[in-house]
């Protein structure tokens, strides 16, 4: 299944401070952003183990690529459909044998957050197809990517936070310096921004560690985001109820929202 959204529209934990590194366009730099950055991070919090990741990144062409080549959603919900998930039909009922593997977890999730089995199972197949699809081919790890992004000038605010969080996360032991993700820092099976799976982040399968590439933490993570973000337990999630508009929280396109709705009632049914 090929990524046509990218998670770039989960909110970001905070407001970026004023840029102080030295951003760029080109890759010429980025290895002198990277020194600089380092007192930002130092500053920030990072210690040791960030700093060390920070400074073995790699500037991520493939990312600037992607980045450059967005051309956002212009399908319509049935040319979306038929794309990306083939049909809701097919889409729910893959879902739906997923959920009898294991429906005490998804009960459980509902009963702790109040989202339904259906909305969750709807984000992972839509995101990962499961798990399958967590990053491309010729993947950057998620700390070069995120940190390409924040060096770049498009849009370097938006993504400091983020990348903050992920060297953060590789000192707390949440994340490998090594470990792949997609072109923009995504992570793990629902495709997390590392400033959301730090703030949002939770254990779901009770080792005590918060771990996105294991499906059980990145599906209660991604409850909990929802929850938090305002979901209404027992609610309607359909246009014009109230938790469709928690959707937009996950993400920005309104196809996106509504192929989720359609799917997660099936798959609930």
Not at 126 to 149: C, D, Q
Not at 196 to 224: E, I, R
Request: aromatic residues 12%; proline residues 4%.
């Amino acid at each position: 299944m090929r990524r046509i959204i990218s998670a770039l529209c989960l909110s970001i934990i905070t407001a970026a401070p004023a840029y102080a590194a030295s951003c760029g366009n080109t890759g010429s730099g980025f290895n002198a952003w990277k020194k600089e950055f380092a007192s930002e991070a130092q500053a920030a919090g990072v210690r040791k183990a960030g700093i060390a990741a920070l400074m073995g990144a790699s500037y991520s062409t493939g990312t600037i690529r992607a980045d450059r080549n967005q051309k956002g959603v212009k399908y319509s919900f049935e040319d979306f459909v038929k794309i990306r998930l083939g049909s809701l039909d097919y889409f729910a009922k893959t879902a739906r044998k997923r959920k009898a593997k294991n429906p005490s977890f998804y009960a459980n999730l509902e009963k702790r957050y109040g989202v339904p089995a259906g909305i969750i199972l709807a984000i992972h197949g839509m995101e990962t197809a499961y798990g399958k699809f967590m990053w491309p081919k010729k993947a950057p790890t998620v700390v070069s990517s995120i940190l390409t992004v924040t060096y770049d000038c498009r849009r370097s605010d938006f993504f400091e936070p983020h990348a903050i969080a992920a060297l953060k996360m590789v000192d707390r032991g949440m994340l490998s310096p090594n470990q792949k993700g997609a072109y923009h820092g995504e992570l793990g099976h629902t495709q997390f921004l590392p400033g959301n799976a730090m703030k949002y982040g939770v254990d779901g399968n009770g080792d005590g560690q918060v771990d996105f590439y294991n499906q059980w933490d990145a599906l209660a993570s991604t409850a909990n985001f929802l929850r938090q973000k305002g979901w209404k337990p027992g609610q309607g999630y359909q246009q014009g109820e109230p938790n469709f508009r928690v959707l937009n929280e996950w993400n920005a396109a309104t196809v996106y929202q509504k192929a989720i709705a359609a799917s997660a009632v099936r798959i609930d049914r």
